[in-house]
């Protein structure tokens, strides 16, 4: 059966956590170029994928896969030989699936709710608590180590550090020193220049007038 994974990507959106990841596996991958701005995404033969319409997408061997930190952790299982997670008799395993889960159901929704003004909901009701618990706890997880499992890089980097680097970018996350530092160790990473100059040269290629 073919192995090749098939990533349907949109330049510029949260299908760039997938292809840094593919980046970091260096394994082979093919792209289904999508534009947002075209509506690619809602179109019947993308429905049939993806029913919310929405990227990323991952096909590989008859099953599509969605949710991009769902993804990259089915990536890392899916080829081991790439090392991007720790095994899953390893202890690591558990602050593996922890930063791998915080990031997407705990600081993703703080940041967005702080960023579009919609106010603070319950803290014992919200998942997140409250957006300076959630802020507090991603800067604790990457203090003091290179990486959120220490000295080894995994996919709970990618997961935790796109997060992180977009909330910074549209400022929906505070600058802070931990999370400066971090960033700066995540882009300064090949993987990363690669994804990123792929996607830019991908959304030029897709937008020529901007
Ligand atoms: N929870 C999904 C979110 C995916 C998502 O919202 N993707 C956006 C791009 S960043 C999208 O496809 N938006 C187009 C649309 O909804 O029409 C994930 O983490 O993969």
């Given at each position: 059966?073919?192995?090749?994974?098939l990533?349907?990507?949109?330049?510029?959106?949260?299908?760039?956590?997938?292809?840094?990841?593919l980046?970091?596996?260096?394994?082979?991958?093919?792209?289904?170029?999508?534009?947002?701005?075209?509506?690619?995404?809602?179109?019947?033969?993308?429905l049939?994928?993806?029913?919310m319409?929405?990227?990323?997408?991952?096909e590989?061997?008859?099953?599509?896969?969605?949710?991009?930190?769902?993804?990259?952790?089915?990536?890392?299982?899916?080829?081991?030989?790439?090392?991007?997670?720790?095994?899953?008799?390893?202890?690591l395993?558990?602050?593996?699936?922890?930063?791998?889960?915080?990031?997407?159901?705990?600081?993703?929704?703080a940041?967005?709710?702080?960023?579009?003004g919609?106010?603070?909901?319950?803290?014992?009701?919200?998942?997140y608590?409250?957006?300076?618990?959630?802020?507090?706890t991603?800067a604790?997880a990457?203090a003091?180590?290179?990486?959120?499992?220490?000295?080894?890089?995994?996919?709970?980097?990618v997961?935790?550090?796109?997060?992180?680097?977009?909330?910074?970018?549209?400022?929906?996350l505070?600058e802070?020193?931990e999370?400066?530092?971090?960033?700066?160790?995540?882009?300064?990473?090949?993987?990363?220049?690669?994804?990123?100059?792929?996607?830019?040269?991908?959304?030029?290629?897709?937008?020529?007038?901007?």
């Open positions: 059966m073919d192995n090749t994974v990533l349907h990507h949109a330049p510029m959106s949260r299908s760039n956590i997938v292809l840094w990841m980046e970091e596996m260096g394994i082979p991958y093919r792209l289904n170029l999508m534009s947002l701005q075209r509506q690619d995404q809602k179109k019947p033969a993308y049939a994928i993806n029913p319409g929405k990227v990323p997408a991952l590989h061997k008859g099953v599509v896969v969605t949710e991009a930190a769902a993804i990259c952790a089915y990536l890392a299982d899916a080829f081991p030989e790439a090392s991007m997670a720790p095994r899953a008799d390893d202890p395993r558990g602050p593996y699936y922890r930063w791998m889960f915080f990031a997407p159901s705990s600081l993703e929704p940041a967005f709710d702080r960023m579009t919609r106010g603070a909901p319950d803290p014992s009701a919200a998942g608590g409250t957006y300076d618990l959630a802020v507090e991603a604790t990457i003091r180590t290179p990486f959120v499992l220490g000295d080894r890089f995994s996919t709970a980097d997961i935790l550090g796109s997060h992180i680097i977009w909330g910074m970018m549209v400022k929906a505070p802070r020193p999370f400066t530092a971090y960033a700066e160790r995540l882009r300064a990473r090949p993987a990363w220049q690669r994804a990123m100059a792929k996607n830019q040269e991908l959304y030029a290629e897709l937008h020529p007038t901007g």
